[in-house]
């Protein structure tokens, strides 16, 4: 697949109160890219990624979706169609499993459709024996799963995850990982916030480095540097063995 | 304390008996309170969703002067009300002084607050993701408002059934407003307290029966609907 440029976002801006978050962040993302953002606690990832799907308006900024750069108001519409959050613990409505991936569908589609493409959801994620299931009472791994299938059927242009395998067992990462790699391979732009840079090193195309608002990528240095901040975790035993 | 049992007595049968004056009482009270809570819930929920999600000028002294309004007694919005809506009031014209309209504005703007208040405690409390999850899974603002009430359901019920429960007792605006016309604007709080200064206890505590099975259903389907709230997060 050839890789196009889908969105362009330049100088994003944010301040909370008196304090500044992010100062003229400037990033593009690409189809079938997966890029890896990285940042300690507060650095403004989630914030970014929040403005990035249309949740959060920027202070300033402008943004390209393919029409050429527009200010934010002109096409935050069309922003929200090509982009989709998944927060650090996905939130699942109070209905069933199925109920919940049906959420991602139009609600104009005629009832076989609707069944027949959350049947393929299901099966994507390995999800039938919980398909009846309340999402409520869904483990970790089991509800970023369900997210996942959201994701896949919604299939955005850009996927935004924030720290999407916290509190994950070795299993319930390596799941994600494969499905995010299958959307990837779909040709959706990817991006992940994480604080562990190792664990979705496999996965990313290219790192970048939140830091005092402004965002750099990141060279070998600094990416060791970051590696000696975190211990290494089973996923990355993993990858090493 | 025989004539209490006595009275009782002769309550329940005139319930029983199905007497066309005591029940036209009790269709009065549902049609004018079931109407008054039908038109005042879907502005107060929107208005509720705005002060809890909204991110205006004012938003802050709206929210508080709903909360006053919570103890606003009946009389006053009776007494406003009724100064309105006479003949020389600014409404004088619409000539709806003891009417059932007037009894159902006067039961809107009592039920208002409560519906504002509560539903905006209930909107609040919910998790800021179920917003957020609904708009990035490709939700319009409308559906994903109905998703987000559909997701604190147990507390907008509880609210609506709060709210029905105070319009459906009170006596103050709707003696001021309707004038307590015997089959036009005479309703249950109205005609106890008229039954019980001409004496006539037994008419007095039939109603009062009804109020109370109503107050019980109304406690019951509360207490349900917050235990399912509790149950269901």
Redesign the interface.
Known sequence: MTATINIQFKGIAKRYRRRTILDGIDISLQASQCTLLCGANGAGKTTLL?IM???VKPDSGTLNTGLGEMKWRRCIKAL??K?????Q???M??ASVRRNIA??L??MLSREDRDKRIYEALAWANLEPLATASA?ILSGGEVQRVALA?AWL?SPSVLLLDEPTTNMDHDARLRTHNLLRQLKDQGMAIVISSHDALQFQSLACRQLLLKDGKISPVNKTTQAENVSAFPIGPIHQHQQA | MDSLNNATFEALQLLASGDSGLWNIIGISFKVSTTAILIATPPSLLLAFLLAYGDFPGRRLLISVFSTLLSIPAVVVGLTLYLMLSRQGPLGDLKLLFTQSAMVIGQIVLCVPILVAMCHSALQAADRRAWETARTLGAGPVRAVLTVMHEVRFGLFAALLAAYGRIIAEVGASMMLGGNILNATRNIPTAIALETSKGEFSQGIALGIVLLILAFILNGLLHYFQGKGRFAT
């Open positions: 929040k799907a249309g949740l929200k169609e982009a989709m959050y998944m927060h613990h996905p939130y409505f109070d959420y991602a139009p609600p409520t959201r919604r």
